[in-house]
């Protein structure tokens, strides 16, 4: 049996069907066990960005552990994304 690699929000990682390298800065549970990766390749040759892509757990390679970490006072600010916190307190 192969042994089981385990991957980290903000590894360095490559697909290894597509060849695709980038951050890991998602991961996302299936209901029955299907974990994918969502990876956000670095900028392309001509220095735009490329959008992220979802690839199975299990065809990637780590190439860095954890090459990009959030800082301690990123990890604090709440919420992460666009929602209005406040807003939809005051709605309940």
């Known amino acids: 049996m ?9 590894d360095n990682v490559r697909d290894t069907v597509t060849g695709l390298r980038g951050i890991v800065i998602g991961v996302v549970e299936y209901l029955y066990g299907c974990r994918r990766l969502v990876v956000q390749p670095l900028v392309d040759k001509d220095g735009k960005y490329v959008e992220a892509v979802y690839v199975d757990e299990p065809q990637v390679v780590v190439l860095q552990q954890v090459k ?3 800082s301690a006072k990123q990890r604090k600010l709440q919420p992460a994304g666009p929602r209005d916190e406040q807003r939809i307190r005051n709605a309940r």
Do not use: C, P, R
């Open 68 to 70: 990009v970490k959030a």
């Open 2 to 10: 192969a042994d089981v690699q385990i991957v980290h929000l903000g």
